[in-house]
């Protein structure tokens, strides 16, 4: 028997698309998103968006330039609050949480990569791994930051600063250092945008391992059809909403889509 939820926050039955197109009955809702709006003065980023993400699934978040991906990534995460609307990971609810309470949640479920790495550059592989650890108060484990860079393929890069990596090198300790403390659900932001061709597919194609291998929850925003099509689905926004979305997608229907939004004829 598994625990019951905390009160006030039941499970939510979902059904989630597999790589296959069938319907995968999952348990629990990961990330649950209801009427989330983001204003910056007299810009709206976020007009209303509902969004549910099931436990051990892969979502790619896709749309025109300013259609607020990023935006609704770093709300989903945490890492800035909405205007007005919920967000929930795990049942927990991140809009009624002090900054100590947020602060903690994210350090303990929550997993963010960035485009830009954010690598601390005076810090080795290894000690930027360990970094979260450390943030928590938690006397870093030499294995746990060992077997996290051996995830990624840089096992051997332990000692090297980001200096002396490349950047397919450096987006993968960042990597690692995600999923040092084992999150719940990884947030990433244009993971690929500044690889290479083959680099990037590796990196996705770690990501699409800890979705099935490790049941990891992942969400990822992209502008690129081949990076979504690694994804379970694809949820496109634009002007700040949702506008759809294709279920075990290929990157060939995803430029359709995206070409559609764009207002670029065909």
Do not use: W
């Not at 007299?42 to 990023?70: E, I, Q």
């Amino acid at each position: 028997m598994g625990r019951a939820p905390p009160p006030g926050h039941p499970l939510v039955v979902v059904c989630a698309p597999a790589r296959d197109g069938s319907l995968v009955r999952m348990t629990t809702t990961a990330v649950r998103i209801r009427s989330l709006r983001r204003r910056y003065g007299a810009v709206t980023a976020l007009d209303g968006v509902d969004l549910d993400c099931a436990a051990g699934t892969f979502t790619a978040v896709m749309g025109p330039s300013g259609s607020g991906k990023s935006t609704l990534l770093q709300c989903a995460a945490g890492l800035e609050r909405p205007t007005s609307g919920s967000v929930a990971i795990g049942g927990t609810e991140l809009t009624g949480l002090g900054e100590r309470g947020l602060t903690l949640l994210r350090r303990e479920r929550v997993g963010f990569v960035f485009q830009s790495y954010n690598l601390l550059p005076s810090l080795t592989a290894a000690r930027n791994v360990a970094l979260p650890l450390r943030l928590a108060g938690r006397g870093p484990s030499r294995q746990a930051v060992r077997e996290a860079l051996e995830r990624v393929g840089l096992a051997d890069r332990a000692g090297h600063r980001p200096a002396q990596l490349s950047g397919g090198q450096q987006q993968r300790v960042a990597l690692a250092r995600a999923l040092v403390t084992r999150p719940a659900v990884l947030f990433a932001d244009e993971p690929t945008g500044a690889l290479d061709t083959s680099t990037g597919r590796h990196v996705l194609g770690l990501l699409r391992e800890l979705v099935d291998r490790d049941g990891r929850t992942t969400v990822m925003v992209t502008h690129d059809p081949v990076a979504a099509s690694y994804a379970d689905r694809v949820v496109f926004l634009v002007d700040g909403a949702v506008s759809g979305e294709l279920a075990s997608p290929s990157a060939e229907r995803v430029a359709s889509r995206m070409t559609e939004l764009e207002g670029v004829p065909c």
